[in-house]
């Protein structure tokens, strides 16, 4: 099946889990396709100066694959380190993650959410 890009919903979120400015989110595969496993399958862009603040995935996991720029990403609170492209970070069942563009450009992130 295929899901043209001009057929991509794209959604906008502002102050994102407590974060700052407007995050986009382009989603590449749309949910009933995840066959109950997950929930998004999405491009998510975050300009400079914004954010998606701290949350914690319960009963599933988050990967990030950095497709273009750089993000501050907080670990679970335990340290934080700058994510680039060709980057891949896994945050797991019960743990937390943000993260923040303090770039001078935007950064594109493929972003996958499994159930656990």
Same mark, same amino acid.
């Given at each position: 099946?295929?899901?043209?890009?001009?057929?991509?919903?794209? =959604?906008?979120?502002? *102050?994102?889990?407590d974060g700052q400015g407007t995050i986009m989110f382009n989603e590449l595969l749309p949910k009933q396709f995840l066959n109950g496993k997950g929930r998004l399958f999405s491009l @998510?862009?975050?300009?400079?100066? /914004? =954010?998606?603040?701290?949350?914690?995935?319960? *009963?599933?996991?988050?990967?990030?694959?950095?497709?273009?720029g750089s993000l501050v990403y907080n670990d679970n609170n335990e340290k934080e380190y700058v @994510?680039?492209?060709?980057? /891949?970070?896994?945050?797991?069942?019960?743990?937390?993650?943000?993260?923040? *563009?303090?770039?001078?450009?935007?950064?594109v992130v493929l972003a996958l959410i499994l159930f656990m």
């Open positions: 099946m295929l899901f043209r890009k001009q057929d991509q919903k794209v =959604s906008y979120r502002e *102050n994102m889990r @998510i862009t975050v300009e400079p100066g /914004c =954010s998606i603040g701290f949350h914690v995935h319960e *009963n599933e996991s988050e990967t990030y694959y950095v497709i273009e @994510i680039q492209e060709g980057d /891949c970070v896994y945050n797991g069942n019960m743990r937390g993650h943000s993260v923040r *563009n303090e770039g001078k450009s935007k950064a």
